[in-house]
């Protein structure tokens, strides 16, 4: 059928928008064009049946603010008054400009799950060195927004994840996680990354990514890698970890009922 | 017989309401801890006062001038209130200074502490005290009065100079959720100052929002529209030493979405007010109440404003939260007017 129409159609649609000046400025997503498309029984399929959705936001979404600020991580966001103190301070930006936690914040303040979507590969980059928490003003914790920003993405965009990173998440990184709590009381990501990556046998990606081999030998030259693995550990972490322990003989998991 | 008002806090608020006192026939014996009068406009050499760029001299010169001539006024400087007692409607205080101890009966008093400058080494991301360059809105303030604006390093006038507004203020960590008031039209100020006396040095004030609340908004305009000063929209978080003997702020400009890394030759820090040790030291002395803030507390911020919340204690300027002179000497005035009717009721 879809071959049939390529044959009826006036002329084959080739890229997508290829008619659109400044075309770079527009969205993939913000173009729409039907192969063969019938408006008040015209046809106007062909040159004249591209359409660019607005870009106007018409909408808040409050619905996802609530749902964010009812989970554990993301309880603050209704603090944040997109200062950029967290941005300013994080290790990650300067690597990544599109890694920017104060516009994630905002984003998810906003429920512009739209524009969320364009940064699904970068969104996760939080290496958890928590300079953001330190610095902060209004004690938003956008170390922890970051978290709830990860457990949003799984949720909304399964599909971008899986396309763009082959994610697994599975029991293997699940126990590389539980140890991690266990031994040391604090979550360190860039360990979490780096581990998961070496148990799906991906080593060889962490480096052969020049942004991200770049990223670590600079961290590693100004004694920020040093910074972040030598997170110590929480102030009687004997007594949590107990409790901790017998939480997980209870239920055999750490990892929560998803909430967002 | 004249009725006696003890004063404390020699600083525009104090002064101003001593004043008034001392024309109505009162005695007043004004309690100064510091050598000198004139509060922290006078220690810290403010040389030109916002809103109009008048000479301090003007201001808190003239009200020095005009407490030290007049006889009502008894003056103890390096002084402090040892003790104060109630009996009655009355108030005993030891007051303690150079010249030895001296025990008054008064009929109310004006407490009139004023505030300290928030010390920026609390904060360590700012690097203060780390590098010569960087400075706070005090060290500008006196570095102008003493005509010396130059880099504390090498001595040589700075190319450019970033000014870092809510330092201190507006700030969870460093325990001080309130606004300073004062600190982002002393910083456009000074950006005007510097401006004006040094055309070849350029001036960028980062901000999260710009608080020249109503007339001071003039200065606000005039520092952009006449004195090119460039305002970017963002925090600094961490301040590092760079190339050329330059301090580096690193920040975020959240209007272009994106981190910084820029080095300037001079960092001034706005840092903002806070209620000292002196504000809890008078509410302990004297039983009255300090607020949340670390400031002494009004009986009705709205009704009776300059009321402590014992009868016959009043307060005035900086002491009950952050103001600018002007407010300090209207307050200054309706203090010595609370005071003197408390007195005239009781005498
Ligand atoms: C950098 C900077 C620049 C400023 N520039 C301007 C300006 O241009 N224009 C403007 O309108 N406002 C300006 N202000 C605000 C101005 O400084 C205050 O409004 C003013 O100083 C308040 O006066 P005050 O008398 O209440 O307090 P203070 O000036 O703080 O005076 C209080 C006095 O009380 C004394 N004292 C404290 N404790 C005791 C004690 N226990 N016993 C005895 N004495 C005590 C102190 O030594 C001091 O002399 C500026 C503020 C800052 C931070
Ligand atoms: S999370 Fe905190 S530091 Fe970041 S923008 Fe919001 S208030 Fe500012
Ligand atoms: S914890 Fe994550 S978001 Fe915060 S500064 Fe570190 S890398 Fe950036
Ligand atoms: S007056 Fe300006 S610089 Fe001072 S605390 Fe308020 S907003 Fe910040």
């Not at chain 1, 997109?82 to 920017?100: D, I, K």
């Not at chain 2, 760029?53 to 006889?71: H, K, W, Y």
């Not at chain 2, 004006?110 to 690097?127: L, N, Q, R």
């Not at chain 2, 305002?231 to 979405?257: F, H, M, Q, W």
Request: aromatic fraction near 8%.
């Amino acid at each position: 059928m879809a071959e049939e129409h390529n044959k009826n159609s006036v002329r084959p649609v080739a890229e997508k928008g290829e008619h659109i000046i400044a075309r770079h400025l527009i969205d993939d997503d913000a173009i729409k064009e039907e192969k063969n498309l019938v408006i008040d029984g015209v046809d106007v399929s062909g040159r004249w049946n591209t359409f660019i959705e607005t870009r106007v936001d018409s909408e808040y979404d409050r619905s996802f603010f609530d749902e964010i600020q009812k989970t554990v991580v993301g309880s603050r966001i209704n603090r944040c008054w997109q200062c950029g103190m967290c941005t300013a301070s994080c290790t990650v930006t300067p690597l990544y400009r599109r890694f920017n936690p104060r516009s994630f914040i905002y984003m998810m303040q906003l429920g512009n799950l739209k524009q969320l979507k364009k940064y699904v590969d970068v969104a996760w980059r939080c290496v958890g060195c928590y300079k953001c928490s330190q610095r902060c003003p209004k004690q938003v914790n956008p170390a922890e927004m970051m978290e709830a920003l990860a457990l949003l993405i799984k949720k909304y965009f399964p599909e971008e994840i899986k396309s763009k990173h082959q994610l697994i998440i599975d029991e293997e990184v699940k126990k590389i996680y539980e140890g991690m709590i266990l031994g040391h009381g604090r979550l360190d990501l860039a360990n979490l990354h780096t581990s998961a990556m070496r148990k799906m046998g991906k080593t060889s990606e962490l480096l052969s990514d020049k942004d991200e081999r770049g990223a670590i030998f600079k961290m590693m030259k100004d004694g920020r890698a040093l910074s972040v693995l030598r997170l110590g550990k929480p102030h009687k972490w004997h007594k949590s970890k107990d409790a901790i322990d017998k939480y997980l003989q209870n239920t055999g998991t750490l990892e929560q009922e998803s909430q967002v | 017989m004249a009725e006696n008002i003890l004063v404390i806090g020699g600083g525009p608020a104090g002064l101003h309401a001593a004043i008034e006192l001392a024309e109505l026939g009162v005695n007043v014996s004004l309690v100064e801890r510091d050598t000198f009068l004139g509060g922290n406009p006078k220690k810290f050499k403010y040389k030109y006062l916002f809103p109009d760029l008048q000479p301090a001299d003007d201001v808190i010169g003239e009200l020095i001038r005009r407490a030290e001539s007049n006889g009502n006024i008894k003056k103890y400087l390096s002084a402090n209130v040892e003790s104060f007692k109630e009996e009655g409607k009355k108030f005993n205080a030891v007051i303690k200074s150079d010249s030895g101890s001296e025990t008054k009966t008064f009929d109310s008093v004006i407490v009139a502490t004023g505030f300290e400058h928030f010390d920026p080494a609390k904060d360590s991301k700012y690097s203060y005290q780390l590098f010569d360059d960087v400075i706070d809105i005090k060290d500008l303030e006196r570095m102008m009065g003493e005509e010396n604006f130059n880099r504390p390093s090498n001595g040589k006038p700075p190319k450019n100079v970033a000014i870092i507004l809510c330092v201190g203020s507006r700030d969870r960590h460093v325990g001080n959720q309130y606004c300073s008031r004062v600190c982002c039209t002393v910083s456009v100020k000074q950006a005007i100052e510097i401006r004006e006396h040094f055309p070849q040095t350029e001036v960028y004030i980062f901000y999260m929002d710009i608080r020249t609340y109503g007339f001071y908004e003039d200065l606000y305009w005039k520092a952009m529209e006449e004195h090119d000063v460039q305002i970017v929209k963002g925090r600094v978080a961490e301040i590092t030493s760079g190339p050329d003997n330059t301090v580096i702020c690193k920040g975020e400009d959240t209007l272009l979405r994106g981190p910084f890394e820029i080095p300037f030759d001079m960092v001034v820090l706005a840092s903002g007010m806070e209620g000292g040790p002196q504000s809890p030291e008078m509410a302990n002395k004297l039983g009255i109440e300090l607020d949340e803030h670390g400031f002494l507390k009004y009986a009705n911020v709205t009704l009776s404003p300059c009321k402590s919340n014992k009868d016959g204690i009043f307060l005035a300027g900086a002491c009950t939260g952050p103001k600018a002179i002007a407010d300090a000497i209207i307050e200054g005035g309706a203090a010595a007017m609370n005071a003197y009717i408390y007195a005239k009721k009781n005498s």
